[in-house]
C-alpha cells in the first residue's frame, strides 16, 4: 500500500499545503482499535476505506475513479465498494464503517478537536463563547455506535466539557483563586 500511499498523499493537500493525511492516520489509529477484520478481504477493503475516507465523494467525481484504477491497479469494483462506504458513513451499516464513523466522531469529541474547532471559528465568525456552548450542548451517541467506541467517545466528551467550563470560568472572571 505504499504506492498507494504515494498516489493519496497530494490528494490530501490542502490550497495552503497543509497536508490532511496525519488526520487520515489518527482517524485510522483509533479505527485500528474498534475493528478488527476476521479474514484477509475484510482487512484489505477496511484498510482502503480507511485511505479513502478523508476524500469524501472524491471517487464518484467524474475521471477520478478511472485515475485511481489506473495509477493504484485497485480494480474498479473495490473502489465502488469503498465509494458506497464513504457515503454510508453518515449511517453505517457495517462493522469496518461503524468503526471509521465511530473513530470520526471520536477524533472530533475530545479536546484536540476543540481546538480546531476554536481554530476555525474566527474565519466562521463564530465568537469563542458560540463555540464554548456548541460543544457543552453537544454530545452525540448515535444508535450504531459500537459498544468499544461508547466509553472513548464519552471520555473524550468529558474531557472536552471541562475545558469549556474552565474557558467560560476564564470570560466570566470566576477562576480567581
Known amino acids: 500500500m505504499t504506492d498507494l500511499h504515494s498516489f493519496l498523499r497530494p490528494l490530501y ?47 464518484e467525481k467524474v475521471g ?15 473502489l465502488h465498494a ?13 462493522d469496518a464503517e461503524r ?8 477524533d472530533r469529541a475530545g479536546v484536540r478537536g476543540f481546538a480546531e474547532r476554536l481554530a476555525r471559528s474566527r474565519r466562521e465568525g463564530n465568537s469563542v463563547q458560540d463555540v464554548v456552548r456548541n460543544a457543552l450542548a453537544e454530545t452525540i451517541e448515535p444508535a450504531w455506535l459500537p459498544d468499544s467506541a461508547r466509553a472513548w467517545l464519552t471520555s473524550r466528551h468529558e474531557a472536552r466539557r471541562e475545558v469549556c467550563r474552565r474557558i467560560l470560568a476564564e470570560i466570566a472572571l470566576e477562576d480567581r483563586p
Open 13 to 59: 493537500q490542502d490550497l495552503d499545503g497543509a497536508s490532511r493525511f496525519d488526520d487520515v492516520e489518527r482517524v485510522a489509529a483509533i479505527a485500528r482499535r474498534l475493528y478488527a477484520p476476521a479474514t484477509d478481504a475484510e482487512a484489505r477493503t477496511f484498510e482502503l476505506l480507511l485511505l479513502f475516507h478523508g476524500l469524501g465523494r472524491w471517487l
Open 64 to 78: 477520478n475513479l478511472s485515475r485511481a484504477v489506473l495509477t493504484t491497479g485497485i480494480p474498479e469494483g473495490e
Open 82 to 94: 469503498i465509494a458506497a462506504s464513504i457515503r454510508r458513513l453518515d449511517d453505517p451499516s457495517t
Open 99 to 106: 468503526a471509521v464513523a465511530a473513530a470520526l466522531l471520536i
